[in-house]
T-cell receptor, first 113, second 115 residues
Framework: QQPVQSPQAVILREGEDAVINCSSS?????VHWYRQKHGEAPVFLMI?????EQKGHDKISASFNEKKQQSSLYLTASQLSYSGTYFCGTEYAGGTSYGKLTFGQGTILTVHP | NAGVMQNPRHLVRRRGQEARLRCSPMKGHSHVYWYRQLPEEGLKFMVYLQKENIIDESGMPKERFSAEFPKEGPSILRIQQVVRGDSAAYFC?????????????FGPGTRLTVL
C-alpha cells in the first residue's frame, strides 16, 4: 500500500505558507521528501528517520510523528521556485521492505506572483 | 562531484525491440535503485541492486525485464520485446547507504517511447 498524501493540490501566492501531509498504514522506518518539476528528475529535500524527528533548511522543514505514522512538510514564505510536485517516499520497518521507497501519489504545488 | 548519470536521456523503440538503459551512480555510492514513472503518475519501485547482487526485485515484472550492476561499469536495466505499455520515464537513484541513513539521489531519467 502506498502512503497517502494530502492535499492533492495547493495554490499559493508568493510569501504564503503550505503544509503537505503523508500518512502510512504501515510502520515506517524513514520518510523521504522530494520535489519534482515537470519533465525533470525528483530532487531530494530531506530524510527523517526517528519518530518525532524534525529537520529543516532554508524555509522548508519537516516532521515525523512515529505514533501516527505520519510526516508533514512545511513550506514557509513560499517562492516561485517552490512550484512543482512534492512526493513523500516511505521506507517501511522490518523484513524485505528495507531499502526501497514507496511513493505517495504526489501533491502539486503552484506558487503565483 | 558528478551526480547520478543516466543514458540515453531519450530512447525510441518499436514494439518487439530491446531497450537498454544505463545508470552510473554517484561517486562512492554502491547502492542503485530503479524506479518507473508513468505519465502523470508517481514513482514505482522496480529493483534494488548492489555491486554484483540483486537485493530486491519485487517491483520488476517477471518477464522481459532484467537488471544488473556489474563489478565494473554502470547498472543496466534491460527490457526485451518492448510493448507500448513500457513507455515511461525510468529513473535510477543511488545511495551511499550508511548504517542508518539511505538518502537516494535521482538521475535525470531515461524517457522510453515505444512506437
Amino acid at each position: 500500500q502506498q502512503p497517502v498524501q494530502s492535499p492533492q493540490a495547493v495554490i499559493l501566492r508568493e510569501g504564503e505558507d503550505a503544509v503537505i501531509n503523508c500518512s502510512s498504514s504501515k510502520a515506517l522506518y524513514s520518510v523521504h521528501w522530494y520535489r519534482q518539476k515537470h519533465g525533470e528528475a525528483p530532487v531530494f529535500l530531506m530524510i527523517l528517520l526517528k519518530g518525532g524527528e524534525q529537520k529543516g533548511h532554508d524555509k522548508i522543514s519537516a516532521s515525523f510523528n512515529e505514533k501516527k505514522q505520519q510526516s508533514s512538510l512545511y513550506l514557509t514564505a513560499s517562492q516561485l521556485s517552490y512550484s512543482g510536485t512534492y512526493f513523500c517516499g516511505t521506507e517501511y520497518a522490518g523484513g524485505t521492505s528495507y531499502g526501497k521507497l514507496t511513493f505517495g501519489q504526489g501533491t502539486i504545488l503552484t506558487v503565483h506572483p | 562531484n558528478a551526480g547520478v548519470m543516466q543514458n540515453p536521456r531519450h530512447l525510441v523503440r518499436r514494439r518487439g525491440q530491446e531497450a537498454r538503459l544505463r545508470c552510473s551512480p554517484m561517486k562512492g555510492h554502491s547502492h542503485v535503485y530503479w524506479y518507473r514513472q508513468l505519465p502523470e503518475e508517481g514513482l514505482k519501485f522496480m529493483v534494488y541492486l548492489q555491486k554484483e547482487n540483486i537485493i530486491d526485485e519485487s517491483g520488476m515484472p517477471k518477464e522481459r525485464f532484467s537488471a544488473e550492476f556489474p563489478k565494473e561499469g554502470p547498472s543496466i536495466l534491460r527490457i526485451q520485446q518492448v510493448v507500448r505499455g513500457d513507455s515511461a520515464a525510468y529513473f535510477c537513484a543511488s545511495s551511499p547507504r550508511t548504517a542508518t541513513y539511505n538518502e537516494q539521489f535521482f538521475g535525470p531519467g531515461t524517457r522510453l517511447t515505444v512506437l
